[in-house]
């Protein structure tokens, strides 16, 4: 069964730091564009950050340029997400989502498979 795995989530101080990993079980992520994603409370998805298959294209969302970085490893079929200087307002359950695609996207509808989520918390 194709799966897609979140963790790294968790409780941490503002300003502090976790790195997400998404990893892929019975498909190669390495064909795949990837997108995180975020739903805070009583907020709609959100777009974070994205990468494309083969070029490396990444993408990010205004609100954490700067902070968060996407990157694979493919031999490991991981991608994970950097997150630094973390803010309260980053407070949220963040999801991975793959689609057998080049190009990334910034739209939900483009993506085939989804993580459960993990939650990702930030607070004094």
């Known amino acids: 069964q194709v799966q897609l795995v979140e963790s790294g989530g968790g409780l941490v101080h503002p300003g502090g730091s976790l790195r997400l990993s998404c990893a892929a079980s019975?498909?190669?992520?390495?064909?795949?564009?990837i997108g995180w994603f975020r739903q805070a409370p009583g907020k709609e998805r959100e777009g974070v950050s994205f990468?494309?298959?083969?070029?490396?294209?990444?993408y990010y969302a205004d609100s954490v340029k700067g902070r968060f970085t996407i990157s694979r490893d493919n031999a490991r079929n991981t991608v994970y997400l950097q997150m630094n200087s973390l803010k309260p307002e980053d407070t949220a359950v963040y999801y991975c989502?793959?689609?057998?695609?080049?190009?990334?996207?910034?739209?939900?509808?483009?993506?085939?498979?989804w993580g459960q989520g993990t939650q990702v918390s930030v607070s004094s």
């Open positions: 989502a793959a689609v057998y695609a080049r190009l990334c996207s910034r739209y939900e509808s483009t993506y085939t498979y």
């Open positions: 019975k498909f190669t992520l390495a064909d795949y564009a």
């Open positions: 990468i494309s298959s083969r070029d490396g294209y990444t």
